[in-house]
């Protein structure tokens, strides 16, 4: 089994900026990637950004793509997601989420279902 942990969320002003973290732990050799996802009030969880954990190669929803990056420190067996030019409709639940599977090249998972880690989530709140 994996855990994950999330970490760095909360309360900041339109336009500012935060930035997440979600440590592994446990079989984290059996982790392929790792993804954030967002979840708002009253709507589903929706794919933020993924990153390969061997390769780095990265892949974002259109809506952070420019304002959100995503990074990985293998050693530290901890994934980031930094982000910028926050917006109110940034507000929801972040979660982290590792895969076990290898996607080939340019193929990346953004279903929930591909998943098979989950953190608990970190809250940020952007207000206007």
């Known amino acids: 089994q994996v855990q994950l942990v999330e970490s760095g969320g909360g309360l900041v002003q339109a336009g500012g900026s935060l930035t997440l973290s979600c440590v592994a732990s446990g079989r984290t050799f059996s982790i392929a990637g790792m993804g954030w996802f967002r979840q708002a009030p009253g709507k589903e969880r929706e794919f933020v950004a993924f990153i390969k954990w061997s390769t780095g190669s990265t892949y974002y929803a259109d809506s952070v793509k420019g304002r959100f990056t995503i990074s990985r420190d293998n050693a530290k067996n901890t994934v980031y997601l930094q982000t910028s030019s926050l917006k109110p409709e940034d507000t929801a639940v972040y979660y982290c989420?590792?895969?076990?599977?290898?996607?080939?090249?340019?193929?990346?998972?953004?279903?929930?279902?591909?998943?098979?880690?989950w953190g608990q989530g970190t809250q940020v709140t952007v207000s206007s």
């Open positions: 989420a590792g895969s076990q599977t290898y996607y080939s090249r340019n193929n990346y998972p953004t279903g929930l279902r591909e998943y098979d880690y």
